[in-house]
């Protein structure tokens, strides 16, 4: 129980301007590394102190940042993942998103902790980052091409097969307003258009390659959490499932329960889905399983088939999001389309969440007869026709026909349609709704509802597991003691939805996998072992309060307002079938949620902007 | 890191109703134990749900409840303590007061975690608990003797030398408003009046026996914990200090910062401070230090002479705030006098620190003409006479000449003074402040404006010592990274304010004594070690936000208001003399921490009434 002393952690910040060519590296401090840990941390941070005023996402005073944490390219499990954040080109305020694979931790060899983009090249370029060093270099042989081609060009390049490379595809080139940024070949930075942002700069892509070991306080402590991970598997939640079958193993489960989204979020049934799920996968077409650096939970699917299309394994395979996305959600059971589907968007840098959202959008949009055949080019745009699906994947990335209009992004699109269209545009400030839904928990709904970068789960996904899947005595640590209904909207459940976000924020800053399930505790536990501070939860919720705080002021500066702070329509309506079909949310009580989340936020109630008070308190200057 | 299984914790109340001359005992479960943990939560609880409305706290529906913690009778270091509580005779809202001793362990032994005291006897009683039973017993031989006699009498009319005594002497019978209640002979429940409660019911004394050993669910880690308290005994902060000088030691020093209180909080500087601080009673009249059950800090002087008083040292010797109180608050620099009146204090069950701010609060008024030798009965009650602070003493404890006026508190006193007395009483909501200076600390005066029994500075002492007299890495683990001013009474103190009143409240609850400085870590540990429970700081700071929000919420219901939440004028006055000579508090900067502490707390931020939204999150119904 003795202190630690101060570790000496601190980092580097590598700097590129790319109007002018020029990289520069900064050295941040021990205070300012403890302030923001890192990860979302940093993004919300230097996004806050450096983005001009109403800056256009897509212009060249955008800034793109990639950070990782001070666990990353550590032993621990999740380890090896990092964030990226920018002004978002689909809602106008604050995007951040992880990613996992190795880049994360060759970032951390390299030398650096955190990489800002500023400005735009002439021409398209690359970044080539290595052990300490940095430089700009020509990417015009690799505009246009997909992302694999992309990272084995550069590998060739430079020489190094172990070079890892975060890049577009043509969809980023293209500005697809959802486009995402790839790790490798089937890590996506899938939400919030950050691959749009990074096209727009002319970057293609960020090679990283480095030997420097990472300074850790206490190694010991880092190997006993790896071994407490490994020695207890299977008794953690979901690591053994996530093992065996990566996610989509609940997808039976979660169309009983009505998690399921089917048609575009409007029903519940969905008799296709043990076609679609991971179990299928598992025994039909999955060749393998991989993982990020150093992680033994290895979640990820890799399939291979070649009839009716040819797979290529390099790609991976589809996740319970993409699955949901490009299958139940457009009413497709057809495992080996979705599969397809999931390939082209990895090669093309497409967020296979709001990719699938813009086509379930326009299926419904045609079947109600707001977009006609001559609008899709004689296409049959209908729910299950996986064959259309497949073309608007591939219309999206190319901005071709109704692929140009469907590329803005659901919000964008229904305003150019028209005619009510805006109530199939399943999403808040204009970031497409994970497939997860809040009519059957509605803590859910309130985290779509007021996350900084939209209708993210990502940021909410334990509100939804603690209530759904995990016991009671998993809340027990958070003072929950007695259970509530997985329906309820009270007090508590605000509560509940604040500290999970805060916790995820804890985890994007450190920056760890979501799905290791470590206690506040152990996260507290992790940052001492990794830096030698003396730090603990309290320190810990602070951090991740100032961060979050951070976000949402940036969206106020940005001009986001509480009424953005809304659900679509369509959740307020009952689903058509299944056992939510009466069940809609109640506005009044969402919103009284919505204002009592600001209460405790320190947020003006009605306004939703942090008083002056939070700031002062949290040290946002 | 294994979870620890649920340890079958659950506890007894021994409920007594004096007007039927009935006892009965109750078993409280595990789920309530964990909501409320002991002491504070216990009272908070009780007095919430059972207490009428409007209660008359000196009328038999007032109900006095006395309680010990998970920890207390553990081999812990500061686990001897008990806390009590009742309706306050002086400011008719919540009062509660934590107390040494062995009377709290012995309680535990007795196998009961709490007394509730209702109703009224018809002629004096006290009441014999031990070893799982109790019966209410004839007390009129007791009635108007002094604390140890009635203790004496106790233990040879049971013939068991080993029992504890908490009873009061004649300040308790005769109502004086701030009377208290005596754990052995110099061990007080100050604050409140509780021993004016417990003399309105006739109840002399409770004497406990018991031989029950209490059951730990992890005596190993409790074993480790006294281990680690013994072994860094000179690093922890305050300690050692405790140890060789008991309170007082600093009192030169806060002569010199400006937090020692002269002449009723009006002046600054005291040249006497020397000789009646700590260090000089060490080396005078001191003959020993005593400690409370299983404690090895012994922070309890004993003192002894006969010239020109009689010393009986078992009534133990003046604590800071005694000396401070009756000292330099009445500019008396006379040890021996301070001695003296200490120990008439604890011989009549008064509490040191209202009876000497009774007595300043006269000297200031006769000093000003608003008290003449007509109303003192000849008595020149200036500050500085020592004879006559002995003399009011006397006077308050038998309500005797201008001693009843006093006996009603300096507030009432005040009131029926008139002429302005009110700008002399140093009072929140009627209870007269601890001896610590706002104008050095505003966080303290926030805390004495905001705490729902007044100007106690047992609930945020540790708001003056963590930004007087700890280093800034002791604020380190609650998220402080960097030093703010002491003078601050911005966000950032009101936060640290909410933080340390959570602490001492878990504190309170756990029953630990507050000069032990564990962490939260380690009190969540202490809870695990004893209980068995998986519990975090998370759930303890929830469960003492549940707390403090019972209190606040009695106070609501009791009438009393935002307007209560008001400090005296003299600290929007600058000090005469001393370093705090042109530092007056700024009331417009303390009016707008109240409203940012109402809002961090989840109270209206102008009513300071609890939202109904944070009484559903915390389970308060």
Excluded at 321 to 328: F, K, P, Q, V, Y
Aim: charged share 25%; hydrophobic share 40%; net charge neutral.
């Amino acid at each position: 129980m003795a202190k630690q002393a101060p570790g000496g952690y601190n980092g580097q910040i590598l700097r590129v301007n790319l109007s002018d060519n020029s990289t520069s590296v900064e050295a941040i401090d021990e205070l300012f590394c403890r302030k923001y840990l890192g990860g979302a941390g940093f993004v919300s941070y230097f996004l806050w102190k450096e983005l001009p005023r109403r800056t256009d996402p897509l212009g060249p005073d955008n800034k793109l940042i990639f950070a990782i944490g001070p666990v990353t390219a550590t032993q621990l499990p999740g380890s090896g993942r990092n964030c990226i954040g920018a002004k978002s080109p689909l809602t106008g305020g604050f995007a951040k998103t992880e990613v996992g694979g190795f880049w994360g931790a060759e970032l951390k060899r390299a030398g650096f902790d955190a990489i800002i983009i500023e400005g735009k090249a002439e021409k398209p370029v690359y970044l080539w980052a290595h052990d300490g060093e940095a430089s700009i270099r020509d990417a015009s042989h690799l505009w246009g091409i997909n992302t694999k081609e992309t990272r084995d060009t550069i590998r060739a390049d430079l020489g190094d097969n172990l070079i890892r490379v975060a890049g577009i595809g043509p969809a980023g080139e293209n500005l697809v307003r959802y486009a995402c940024i790839m790790n490798g070949l089937y890590d996506a930075a899938g939400r919030g258009g950050l691959g749009a942002v990074m096209g727009s700069k002319n970057l293609k892509a960020i090679a990283v390659r480095g030997h420097k070991v990472p300074k850790i306080a206490n190694p010991e402590r880092i190997k006993e959490m790896r071994k407490f991970v490994l020695d207890n598997f299977d008794q953690l939640p979901g690591l053994r499932n996530y093992h065996e079958r990566g996610t989509g193993a609940w997808m039976a489960v979660y169309e009983n329960t009505g998690n399921l989204p089917v048609r575009n979020f409007r029903t519940g049934l969905f008799p296709g889905v043990e076609k679609i799920n991971a179990y299928t996968i598992k025994d039909t077409i999955r060749i393998g399983m991989e993982g990020c650096f150093g992680c033994p939970v290895e979640c990820k699917k890799v399939v291979k088939f070649e009839e009716p299309y040819s797979i290529d394994s390099a790609y991976g395979g589809p996740e319970y999001e993409t699955l949901a996305s490009l299958g139940s959600n457009c009413a497709i059971d057809n495992l080996k389309a979705i599969c397809k589907a999931n390939e082209l968007c990895n090669a093309y840098s497409l967020d296979t969440i709001s990719t699938g959202a813009a086509i379930s959008f326009a299926m419904e949009c045609f079947e109600n007869g707001l977009l006609s055949l001559k609008d899709t080019g004689g296409i049959e745009l209908r729910f299950g026709n996986a064959d259309a699906m497949l073309k608007m994947v591939e219309m999206i990335a190319r901005r071709e026909g109704i692929g140009d209009l469907l590329a803005e992004g659901t919000s964008r699109a229904a305003q150019k349609i028209g005619k009510g269209a805006e109530e199939f545009a399943i999403q808040v400030k204009g970031l497409e709704a994970g497939l997860h839904e809040p009519r059957l928990t509605p803590g859910l709904g309130l985290g779509y509802m007021v996350n900084p970068h939209g209708a993210d789960h990502c940021c909410n996904i334990e509100a939804l597991a603690f209530t759904q899947v995990k016991e009671i005595k998993e809340l027990i640590p958070m003072g929950i003691l007695e259970p509530f209904p997985l329906d309820d909207i009270g007090a508590r459940k605000v509560a509940l939805l604040k500290l999970v976000q805060l916790k995820q924020l804890i985890n994007d800053s450190l920056v760890i996998c979501m799905y290791l399930p470590y206690t506040f505790e152990q996260m507290a536990d992790i940052t001492a072992a990794v830096t030698g501070w003396d730090t603990g939860i309290l320190e810990q919720m602070r951090t991740a309060e100032r961060i979050l705080t951070l976000a949402r002021s940036l969206n106020v500066r940005e001009g986001l307002t509480a009424a953005d702070d809304k659900l679509p329509q369509r959740f307020y309506q009952p689903k058509t079938d299944g056992v939510l079909a009466n069940k809609p949310l109640d506005p009044a009580k969402m919103d009284k949620a919505k204002s009592y989340y600001y209460a405790l936020m320190g947020w003006d109630t009605s306004t939703g902007v942090p008083l002056p008070e939070k700031l002062e308190e949290l040290d946002i200057t």
